[in-house]
């Protein structure tokens, strides 16, 4: 059984990501943007291709208890192999729920930063560059926070 991160704990750990990008609100997102192309930019040039990464998604519902799970994602040669929960048990492709690679999760944050109903958080791993934590919510309705952090991240190599 894989142990539980506490929220203290992962706090300390997201602190220790010292690569943030966040919007406040306004028209403009060009900088936000350009700024995650070129993170983007820094994760493709480590070519890591295989990896595995702890994924915890906090949504407002319709999200489903399934989809907000903590599991562990193996992704080999850049596509999902499997995804596994706390309990080491693989879970079967559920409709309606989709689980990340470190790419996706590039594509999740350029949608949401498009958005400028939106207001984003986005940390990134100082060293390897993929994207640690994506967090949006509609400006003035914090409460319907999503939530998508990732820990745990290995680079497998073949």
């Known amino acids: 059984m894989r142990p539980v991160i506490t929220f203290s704990a992962l706090a300390f750990a997201l602190a220790a990501c010292n690569s943030v990008l966040e919007t406040t609100g306004g028209n403009d997102r060009t900088g936000p943007l350009l700024e995650l192309a070129a993170r983007r930019a820094q994760w493709n040039e480590q070519e890591i291709q295989s990896y ?3 994924y915890v998604r906090t949504c ?3 999200c489903t208890e399934f989809s907000q799970q903590p599991v562990t994602i193996e992704v080999r040669d850049a596509v999902i192999a499997s995804v596994v929960d706390e ?3 693989a879970l079967a492709p559920v409709t309606g729920v989709s689980w990340p690679t470190i790419d996706s999760l590039y594509v999740w ?4 930063l498009s958005d400028q109903s939106l207001g ?3 940390l990134f791993d ?3 560059h993929y994207v640690t934590r994506l967090r949006h919510f509609p400006f003035g309705s914090e409460s319907a ?3 998508h952090v990732v820990s745990e991240f290995v680079a497998v190599t073949r």
């Open 52 to 54: 595995d990464f702890h």
């Open 60 to 62: 407002p519902s319709p």
């Open 87 to 89: 309990d080491g048990n």
């Open 109 to 112: 944050a350029q949608l949401v």
């Open 120 to 122: 984003v958080q986005v």
């Open 126 to 128: 100082p060293t390897d």
């Open 145 to 147: 926070l999503t939530d």
